[in-house]
């Protein structure tokens, strides 16, 4: 049994991504920077849970308050400020 998505929910799910990238790009490049474990799927997804606000995205982020990206199933860790996920 294959554990990957159909190919239209991944279609969907590019497309939604190239969104995300075009409206919060300059604000991704920032986050990459102060939080480089995490994928840019992942930071994208918290830029849009906090509309765009970057200070709002970091601080969420780095208290471990980020919503977990739709899809995935996650556990997060604060540790030295940063935070990491291991998804299940």
């Not at 497309?15 to 409206?23: F, H, I, V």
């Not at 840019?40 to 780095?62: K, M, P, V």
Request: contains cysteine.
């Amino acid at each position: 049994m294959s554990s990957a998505r159909p190919k239209s929910q991944q279609a969907s799910r590019g497309n939604d991504l190239k969104k995300l990238k075009a409206e919060y790009g300059t604000q991704l490049s920032t986050l990459r920077e102060l939080f480089s474990d995490w994928s840019d799927e992942d930071l994208l997804y918290a830029l849009q849970d906090a509309d765009g606000d970057l200070e709002l995205a970091a601080l969420r982020i780095s208290e471990g308050k980020s919503k977990d990206p739709p899809g995935h199933r996650g556990s997060a860790t604060v540790y030295k400020g940063l935070l990491t996920c291991t998804y299940l």
